[in-house]
């Protein structure tokens, strides 16, 4: 079974400044997919990026990007430029290729972001 | 407006009362899911269904029972509520199994409180 793993329970930065959130994931296939959601105080889930295993060029939208390390396992998120707007709780997520679609969520990184 | 639709947003049980939480999904997609979401635990996989007929178990299925009553509906059953079930729920949808990874749409969660 695949594990997703947040070690950052909350992160804070400044307007303006930059901040990454880490995720690393235990896998042993070669066929996966990555993604960061964002949730809100709405509890809305949010998409904020997505990653394709086999793809070596790291995603990125608008503020957004991501460090994917393949060997490693790793896949960060580094939001520029943080705004009011950025404040909520980021989940990292791994779905398998091979899975019919099965999320598997980490832990949870509370982004707090002061004026 | 397409979405996800759950229902209701919130509820209160007692002990040993049943309920059934309704998901709706209004985008044909073919796959539903249903999550819990726990503090410091993100969201973890009860039941899901990869096309209008079937249904399997995901991570946390016990207590727990799913209808997908035609490719629109998947609702979630509790058949005797207990306070570890106390959380918030989350339906979602996605457009076709093994699909491209983008397409979920999650509802606004139902949050259920077991006394």
């Known amino acids: 079974a695949q594990t997703v793993t947040q070690s950052q329970p909350e992160m804070s930065v400044q307007e303006a400044e930059t901040v990454t959130l880490s995720c690393t994931y235990d896998?042993?296939?070669?066929?996966?997919?990555l993604f960061w959601y964002k949730q809100p105080p709405s509890r809305q889930m949010i998409l904020v990026i997505r990653?394709?295993?086999?793809?070596?060029q790291n995603a990125t939208e608008n503020r957004f990007s991501v460090n994917f390390q393949k060997a490693a396992k790793s896949f960060s998120l580094k939001i520029s430029d943080s705004q009011l707007g950025d404040a909520a709780m980021y989940f990292c997520?791994?779905?398998?290729?091979?899975?019919?679609?099965?999320?598997?969520f980490g832990a949870g990184t509370q982004v707090v972001v002061t004026p | 407006n397409a979405g996800v639709t759950q229902t209701p947003k919130f509820q209160v049980l007692k002990t040993g009362q049943s309920m059934t939480l309704q998901c709706a999904q209004d985008?044909?997609?073919?796959?539903m899911y249903w999550y819990r979401q726990d503090p410091g635990m993100g969201l973890r996989l009860i039941y899901y269904?990869?096309?209008?007929?079937?249904?399997d178990k995901g991570e946390v299925p016990n207590g727990y029972n799913v209808s997908r009553l035609n490719k629109r509906e998947f609702s979630l059953r509790l058949e005797s509520a207990a306070p570890s079930q106390t959380s918030v729920y989350f339906c979602?949808?996605?457009?076709?199994?093994?699909?491209?990874?983008?397409?979920?749409?999650f509802g606004s969660g139902t949050r259920l409180t077991v006394v």
């Open positions: 990653q394709e295993a086999y793809k070596q």
């Open positions: 896998t042993s296939e070669s066929d996966y997919y």
């Open positions: 979602a949808s996605r457009a076709v199994p093994q699909a491209p990874n983008y397409g979920y749409t």
């Open positions: 997520a791994y779905r398998s290729g091979d899975s019919w679609g099965k999320l598997q």
């Open positions: 985008m044909n997609h073919n796959s």
């Open positions: 269904s990869a096309s209008e007929g079937t249904t």
